[in-house]
């Protein structure tokens, strides 16, 4: 395996676009997949904010990392520590290679680049997968919003995780 993660550029949104959709199941995500015709860089996702799984060339995955200020531009001050780790997805046919690990480490490392000293993400309850692969890394469960989520004909608790950092 020979993952680099590196900052998305400006010009790849189809193919992220392309990814989270290949990515996307009932399990990873309430909403249904974006259409091709968005753009996977809007409001806080910014290609600064996006990091990409490169193998060889090739976007196989990627996370979005916003700062938490960037969605309460009132609280910036009282939120300036936190990162938002708003996405996370990797091809299917890559699973199970390390990547996941590989880009939560670069997460980390950009979070502290940032002078952050947590980093907050959401997690279904059902994505038992994501979980364990978070945990690995270090995430704690910090909440549960029982039933928050109705996916088809079924109740889905969003789980709340966060990653203390070194300060």
């Not at 790849?12 to 997949?33: C, F, K, N, V, Y």
């Not at 259409?35 to 860089?41: A, E, H």
């Amino acid at each position: 395996m020979d993952v680099r993660p590196r900052v998305a550029r400006p010009g790849e949104e189809q193919r992220l676009m392309w990814i989270q959709r290949e990515a996307w199941s009932p399990e990873t995500s309430p909403a249904p997949p974006q259409s091709s015709k968005g753009s996977i860089f809007d409001g806080p996702v910014e290609a600064g904010n996006v990091l990409v799984a490169d193998e060889n060339g090739l976007a196989v995955g990627f996370s979005k990392l916003v700062p938490l200020a960037t969605s309460y531009p009132d609280l910036a001050d009282a939120t300036a520590h936190v990162q938002q780790l708003h996405g996370f997805s990797v091809l299917p046919d890559y699973r199970g290679r390390g990547i996941g690990g590989t880009m939560l480490e670069a997460v980390r490392a950009e979070s502290l680049r940032r002078g952050a000293t947590r980093i907050t993400l959401r997690v279904l309850g059902t994505n038992e997968r994501a979980m364990r692969l978070y945990r690995a890394a270090g995430y704690e469960i910090e909440g549960r919003l029982r039933a928050e989520f109705r996916i088809g004909d079924r109740f889905v608790d969003d789980v709340l995780m966060a990653l203390e950092l070194p300060t």
